[in-house]
């Protein structure tokens, strides 16, 4: 089965800092990687989408990507507590044919 | 026109009763999609239309029947629900068919949340 994990939380995070958000999936052959924003109540929000490895930055988003280590992370700089939400990691299996694989969210919590 | 438009935001209904949950959107996206998502727990897929066509069922019960009017309505049909069927339904769609370029940056609708009595 291909899964896809992530930390629950919740991960506190004092205002102003980096959170460090983390996801591992299993499947080698996994192609296109999201992460999506949930606020209680509301439906998921794209955050940041990535392909290749290395890193790619938006504002004060930053996401990495790791095929070899089947790793992939996001980093919020400056954090406020507006960020404070749930972010669910999502995957394309390999062959893209099965639509996403949610992870089950790490819910941050920003700390005024 | 970026927005997946969904209705009723709220609805609750008997065990005996019919409903529709309608979505709709105007971005040109050909791939739309049904998820269901319980409390604290990821989105689940339900359902994926693609160029109007049901590419996915992943393995839902008959009790839910799923409509693609055309490309930019999906509805879902309710018909004895159970009260463990009480949930978020959320809508989404994306802008290219299932497995090509761009597919699965989803775009997801406010959500019709769900309770059967």
């Known amino acids: 089965q291909k899964e896809v994990e992530q930390n629950s939380g919740p991960l506190s995070v004092p205002e102003g800092a980096i959170a460090s958000l983390n996801c591992t999936y299993s499947?080698?052959?996994?192609?296109?990687f999201f992460w999506y924003r949930q606020y209680s109540g509301k439906s998921p929000e794209l955050i940041m989408s990535?392909?290749?490895?290395g890193d790619k930055e938006d504002g004060r988003f930053t996401a990495q990507l790791n095929k070899a280590s089947q790793y992939v992370s996001l980093l919020i700089r400056d954090s406020q507590p507006s960020d404070s939400a749930t972010y669910l990691c999502a995957v394309v299996p390999g062959g893209g044919a099965d639509g996403l694989t949610f992870g089950k969210g790490t819910h941050l919590i920003i700390q005024p | 026109d970026t927005e997946v438009t969904q209705t009723p935001k709220h609805l609750v209904m008997g065990m005996t009763n019919k409903k529709s949950l309608k979505c709709e959107q105007h971005?040109?996206?050909?791939?739309m999609y049904w998820y269901k998502q319980k409390a604290k727990k990821p989105p689940e897929l339900m359902f994926v239309?693609?160029?109007?066509?049901?590419?996915i069922n992943e393995s839902v019960p008959s009790r839910f029947s799923p409509e693609c009017p055309n490309s930019s309505l999906l509805n879902l049909h309710l018909h004895a629900l159970q009260p463990e069927d009480s949930a978020l339904y959320l809508c989404?769609?994306?802008?290219?068919?299932?497995?090509?370029?761009?597919?699965?940056?989803?775009?997801f609708g406010a959500g019709s949340r769900l309770t059967v009595l």
């Open positions: 990535i392909y290749s490895n």
């Open positions: 989404a769609s994306s802008q290219a068919y299932l497995g090509g370029l761009g597919a699965n940056v989803l775009t």
């Open positions: 971005m040109g996206h050909r791939a």
């Open positions: 239309y693609s160029y109007e066509k049901l590419s």
């Open positions: 499947d080698r052959g996994s192609q296109s």
